[in-house]
Nanobody
Framework: QVQLVELGGGLVQAGGSLRLSCVAS????????MAWYRQAPGKQRELVARITSGGSTNYADSVKGRFTISRDNAKNTVYLQMNSLKPEDTAVYYC????????????????WGQGTQVTVSS
């Protein structure tokens, strides 16, 4: 089992910055990919950014150049640095873990955090 806990959401003015953190804990050896998704009211959950254990990243077009995803494998933590925030970035942000190598030597998928609210005021 893996637990994901997100920290760092809040209210910020447009143009401001926030940094989200997600810490993974539980019984596992490694996590292949970690990602941030977001879901705004009335909209589907969408991928914001993803990073593999090797450091390869990909971003949604809407956040390229403004958001940066990083991870500390030793701390089982993934970060999302969000700069130049816009009102349309307002959403609940969720951490996701995929390809978790558990202590039973199986790869498991589909782990989610509880979400953290990010609100950007205009």
């Amino acid at each position: 089992q893996v637990q994901l806990v997100e920290l760092g959401g809040g209210l910020v003015q447009a143009g401001g910055s926030l940094r989200l953190s997600c810490v993974a804990s539980g019984s596992f050896f490694s996590i292949n990919a970690m990602a941030w998704y977001r879901q705004a009211p009335g909209k589907q959950r969408e991928l914001v950014a993803r990073i593999t254990s090797g450091g390869s990243t990909n971003y949604a077009d809407s956040v390229k150049g403004r958001f940066t995803i990083s991870r500390d494998n030793a701390k089982n933590t993934v970060y999302l640095q969000m700069n130049s925030l816009k009102p349309e970035d307002t959403a609940v942000y969720y951490c996701n873990a995929e390809g978790v190598l558990t202590t039973t030597r199986r790869y498991e998928y589909g782990y989610w955090g509880q979400g953290t609210q990010v609100t950007v005021s205009s």
